[in-house]
Each structure stands twice: as structure tokens, then as C-alpha cells.
């Protein structure tokens, strides 16, 4: 049954899903770039985005497994793939999936501050890392409030915790307008800083996002409720990291409603939190029958979603 085989974290989990991946990995690989013909500058390409992917799969499974934001399981893992294969058309890029990884390389750094060693130096990464994000898209300088929300949380304020992430952020801008400074191109960098915010959402009312949306956060909705009720009673680490995690979905969601420009490959950033959210939720479920039927219909749903949307 497919919750036993998902019921530990094994390098076999892994393997099978990342096989399951490929699967359909190949399948948007053919149409985008070998429905013409194959060349090797085009194999080499798509040889690159899968190791991209590897690597995004790598610090997703590590960072839920470091931080211990779910139970010892392969859910989490499970999950991601099949919200992301429904949107591999649109992330198949090398932009999106770097974008991707330094993303995610934000989150360890939040994430693991609920461990009191090298606070400073955990803030002053997230910071780095978030100012690297937002000279690809300056809207990631929402994300500055999760760094403050993840200090208050685990009760690191000070004058220092507060200036140090600021000061990683403000590095990647600083060596970047050096190179425009250099090239005598300094309106470029300028250019950053004209947001141009547009509440426009026409992408997600197209079927196929419409319903993955509504689907997704639904349920991820539901589980955060139901989870909430049993941890908040709680008073230890995995409440700081929950609130925290209901804090980066609500941030998420505002960040992609605001978002200047859309093309659904921005809600691979919303499902690496949404299945932790919901992994949690599915380990509140103690009947079999139930969670392997919740599983299985989210795997045939990928799957109608890839296909016939």
C-alpha cells in the first residue's frame, strides 16, 4: 500500500519517486525541446535541469528532515513531485529552478534558527540569500518580515539579530551595483527598485490553475486548521517552526497575488510549503483506508491535471 511504502524516509523512497518524476519529466522534456529533433546541446540541457531538480528534492527533503517540520516520512517528498509535474511545462527552465534552490536555501537558514548555535551567522545567510533573490525579483523583499517573524519566535531580538540580516541583504546589492557601477550602467541597477505592483491574477483563472489552486489550498487550508488545534496546546520547538510555516503559506500567498509578472512557474516557491502543511495534516489521519485513498487521489489528480488540463 502506498502510505507503508511512504511511512519511512529511505534512500529506496528517494530513488522510486525521483523515478516516478523522471517519468514525467521526460514526457515535458520531449515536447519543449525534442518534438523537432534531438541534438546533444539539447540533451545536455535537459541533463541540467534534472540535476537541478535532484538538487531541489535534496534540500527539501534535508531541511524537513534537519528542522523536523513532519514526522519521519517520505509524505513531504511525495507530495511535492505531484504538484510540481501538473506545472513542469512551465518551470522547466534554468532560471526558475535556480530561482528555486535559493529559495529554499533561504528557508534552511530560517528554519534552523530553532537551534540556538551561530545565531548571527544563520541571519546574516538568510539575509544574503534573500538579497540574491530580490535582484532576480525585488518583490522577495516581502520575505524580509518571515527572517523577523522566525527572531521573534524563537525569542532572538536584539540590536544585533536585527542589523546582521539586514547587512546579508544588503551585500549582493552592494557587489551588484559595483559590476553596473564598472560598466557605467548604474540606471540599470536603479531599475530594481521601481516595483510595479499589479493585483492581477488572470493566470489563476485558467481551468488548470483554478482548480490545482483551489484543490491545493483547500486542503493544505483544512490541514493547517486541524494541525493548529493539536500544536498550539503544545509548548515546545515544532510550535515555533509551525507558526512559522503558517507564517511563510500566509506571506506566500500574498507574495504571489502581488507578483508583477506570472506564468504559473512562480507556485513551485507556494508547493514546497504546502507539502509540509498537508504532510502534517495526512499524520493526523489514523485509518489506512483513509490515508491511502487521500494519497492515491492526489496522485491519479496529478496526473489528470498534467494530461487532460
Known amino acids: 500500500m502506498l502510505a507503508n511504502f511512504l511511512n519511512k524516509s529511505k534512500p529506496i523512497n528517494f530513488i522510486t519517486l525521483l523515478i516516478l518524476f523522471f517519468v514525467n519529466f521526460v514526457a515535458s522534456i520531449y515536447f519543449a525541446f525534442f518534438i523537432d529533433g534531438f541534438t546533444t546541446d539539447k540533451l545536455l540541457k535537459s541533463a541540467g535541469l534534472l540535476f537541478l531538480f535532484v538538487i531541489i528534492f535534496f534540500i527539501h527533503n534535508f531541511i524537513i528532515t534537519k528542522s523536523k517540520l513532519t514526522a519521519d516520512n517520505s509524505y ?91 547587512i546579508g541583504l544588503v551585500i549582493p546589492f552592494f557587489l551588484y551595483f559595483t559590476y553596473f557601477f564598472w560598466i557605467d550602467k548604474t540606471e540599470e541597477f536603479m531599475n530594481l527598485f521601481i516595483l510595479d505592483l499589479v493585483f492581477d491574477v488572470t493566470v489563476y483563472t485558467e481551468t488548470k490553475y483554478f482548480w490545482l489552486l483551489t484543490t491545493l489550498l483547500l486542503f ?37 497575488l502581488f507578483l508583477p509578472q506570472k506564468n504559473g512557474s512562480e507556485l513551485i516557491f507556494l508547493w514546497f ?20 485513498g487521500i494519497l492515491y487521489a492526489f496522485l491519479v489528480g496529478s496526473i489528470l491535471f498534467y494530461f487532460l488540463l
Not at 100 to 122: P, T
Request: glycine share 2%; proline share 3%.
Open 273 to 292: 510549503t504546502v507539502s509540509i502543511i498537508l504532510t502534517n495534516g495526512i499524520e493526523l489521519i489514523k485509518k489506512k483506508a483513509l490515508k491511502n
Open 76 to 166: 513531504a517528498y511525495f507530495l511535492l513531485i505531484l504538484f510540481l509535474i501538473p506545472i513542469l511545462p512551465s518551470i522547466i527552465e534554468y532560471k526558475t529552478l535556480l530561482l528555486a534552490i535559493i529559495y529554499l536555501l533561504f528557508l534552511r537558514k530560517i528554519y534552523s534558527l530553532r537551534s540556538e548555535k551561530n545565531v548571527l551567522e544563520k541571519l546574516f545567510d538568510s539575509g544574503f540569500w534573500l538579497g540574491v533573490l530580490c535582484i532576480q525579483e525585488p518583490f522577495f523583499i516581502v520575505f524580509l518580515l518571515l527572517i523577523n517573524i522566525a527572531a521573534v519566535l524563537h525569542k532572538k531580538i536584539n540590536i544585533h539579530t536585527l542589523l546582521v540580516p539586514i
Open 220 to 256: 493544505t487550508t483544512l490541514s493547517a486548521f486541524l494541525k493548529s488545534g493539536k500544536v498550539l496546546s503544545i509548548n515546545n520547538t515544532f510550535r515555533k517552526s509551525w507558526v512559522l510555516m503558517i507564517a511563510n503559506f500566509i506571506i506566500l500567498i500574498f507574495f504571489l
